[in-house]
């Protein structure tokens, strides 16, 4: 089974600061997607980014980046240029490749805050 | 905004009691989630559908069933409410294939249960 871990639970950062949310994961599958969804205090799930694990380059989407490591089963959410809209939770999500039902395995979530 | 709306998005019940939530989506996409989202826990799937009156189990779906009678609703019942069963649930559609794949999700459903 797979599992997804993201040990802050907390963190913060000062507006315009770079901060890195960690996630790891455990799976015997050798092709998958990950994700990073991000809730703000609205409750609303957005998609933030994905990464396929066949791409060796890192996506990036505007201040949004990952730090892939497939060996380490790493996959790490880099803000950059932090805004006050960035305050919310951060979740991490693993799909199989081959999972016909297309499920997502979630972390517990980190919470970011950013400082004015 | 994918569509995805969700009734009622408040709702306070009493142990015991049974209670249904609704998902409603627009774009008549094949599959169609729910989860719940508790403190520590993330988001767990509770059961999912690839069509109409095709369901399966999640990883957390003892004492909750679903149905599907059309396309557009995915409805989530508590038999039996209890105090455990407290939480926001959320509907999500699952949208493309493969790389372009993504979960769109509805406004979640607040739930209390006395």
């Known amino acids: 089974a797979q599992t997804v871990t993201q040990s802050q639970p907390e963190m913060s950062v000062q507006e315009a600061e770079t901060v890195t949310l960690s996630c790891t994961y455990d799976?015997?599958?050798?092709?998958?997607?990950l994700f990073w969804y991000k809730q703000p205090p609205s409750r609303q799930m957005i998609l933030v980014i994905r990464?396929?694990?066949?791409?060796?380059q890192n996506a990036t989407e505007n201040r949004f980046s990952v730090n892939f490591q497939k060996a380490a089963k790493s996959f790490s959410l880099k803000i950059s240029d932090s805004q006050l809209g960035d305050t919310a939770m951060y979740f991490c999500?693993?799909?199989?490749?081959?999972?016909?039902?297309?499920?997502?395995?979630f972390g517990s979530g980190t919470r970011l805050l950013v400082r004015p | 905004d994918a569509g995805i709306t969700q009734s009622p998005r408040h709702k306070v019940t009493e142990t015991g009691t049974p209670v249904t939530l609704r998902c409603h989506q627009t774009?008549?996409?094949?599959?169609m989630y729910w989860y719940r989202q508790d403190p520590g826990h993330g988001l767990r799937l509770i059961h999912y559908?690839?069509?109409?009156?095709?369901?399966d189990k999640g990883e957390v779906s003892d004492g909750y069933s679903v149905s599907r009678s059309k396309t557009e609703d995915f409805l989530l019942t508590l038999e039996s409410a209890t105090s455990s069963q407290t939480s926001v649930y959320f509907c999500?559609?699952?949208?493309?294939?493969?790389?372009?794949?993504?979960?769109?999700f509805g406004p979640g459903t607040r739930l209390t249960v006395t």
């Open positions: 999500a559609i699952g949208t493309g294939q493969g790389a372009s794949y993504e979960q769109y």
């Open positions: 990464q396929e694990a066949y791409k060796q």
């Open positions: 999500a693993f799909m199989k490749q081959r999972d016909s039902s297309y499920k997502l395995i």
């Open positions: 559908s690839y069509g109409v009156k095709d369901t």
């Open positions: 799976t015997s599958e050798s092709n998958y997607y």
């Open positions: 774009e008549n996409h094949r599959y």
